[in-house]
């Protein structure tokens, strides 16, 4: 049994949950899959103060005591996440990036390795694209496998035409989904993500020292050693790149 939560950015229940919700069934006829439905409005998110001493001294140190670690915990434990949001003004809902503000600090230290990651854009006419990108990357960013989200356009009212789109496109972001949700095995990064590891273990390293906890961290995990965050087989390609990007990343930091 595969548990997975849609997180939800929006205030009431309409198209947004009403794409949720169609995902979920699929989704539930293809396995056993656990299903929850999350609205980040039912509970209490404070905006970020951008103090970042969840950066530097660590999340525990945040000055707000709200929800978010039983949104994190809630994470910790599934095997899927969703975040769903309607398009509004060309971005993602207030409360869907209130979440990702308060959450900033696992992309200096990812977490959710070997869990799948999707979006569910919403939109009257145009923009939702960017807005799934820009989700893929931050899912990336907090470790996740990302398989590619879906934009629907739900302006009311719906066509025929419209209606059979909207259910064929979370159709297909369903089965995507779910054959990440079956993969064992976390994946190999592409050539950015290799880079943009190397690249911020060698100036973590360089730069930052015992007295900074992402040095620490990334001491503890084995990360200055390591070819990835996860073992992974690079090949020899891959591998190869991987040395030239540290040997970059050492320039970069001398100049920083
Ligand atoms: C404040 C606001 C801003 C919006 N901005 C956009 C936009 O930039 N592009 C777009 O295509 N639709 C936009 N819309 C339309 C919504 O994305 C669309 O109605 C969507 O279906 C809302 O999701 P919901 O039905 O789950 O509430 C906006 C709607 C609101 C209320």
């Not at 169609?22 to 404070?46: N, P, R, T, V």
């Not at 960013?141 to 590619?148: D, L, Y």
């Not at 943009?196 to 973590?204: A, K």
């Amino acid at each position: 049994m595969k548990k997975v939560i849609a997180f939800i950015g929006n205030q009431q229940k309409h198209a947004t949950f009403e794409a949720v919700c169609e995902f979920g069934d699929h989704l539930k006829s293809y396995g056993e899959i656990d299903f929850e439905y999350l609205f980040l409005k039912d509970y209490q998110l404070e905006y970020c103060r951008g103090c970042k001493l969840c950066f530097n001294k660590g999340e525990q140190y945040c000055p707000l005591k709200d929800d978010r670690d039983v949104l994190i915990e809630k994470m910790s434990h599934a095997d899927g996440i969703i975040f769903a949001t309607p398009n509004y003004a060309f971005h993602v809902s207030a409360p869907m990036k209130n979440l990702l503000d308060r959450l900033a600090f696992v992309f200096h230290r990812p977490r959710f390795f070997g869990k799948t990651f999707t979006a569910i854009v919403n939109q009257g006419i145009f923009g939702g694209n960017s807005i799934v990108k820009y989700l893929s990357n931050m899912g990336r960013n907090f470790g996740f496998r990302v398989t590619k989200g879906c934009v629907l356009n739900t302006l009311e009212p719906r066509s025929e035409v419209a209606q059979q789109k909207f259910t064929r496109e979370i159709k297909k972001a369903s089965a995507r989904f779910y054959k990440g949700l079956m993969h064992t095995t976390p994946p190999v990064p592409s050539f950015f993500r290799l880079l943009m590891f190397r690249m911020s273990r060698t100036t973590i390293k360089s730069t930052l020292n015992d007295k900074y906890l992402d040095y620490r961290h990334y001491k503890e995990q084995g990360w200055f050693e390591s070819d990835y965050y996860y073992q992974v087989s690079l090949g020899f390609i891959k591998k190869t790149a991987g040395l030239m990007f540290d040997r970059l990343g050492k320039r970069m930091a001398k100049r920083l």
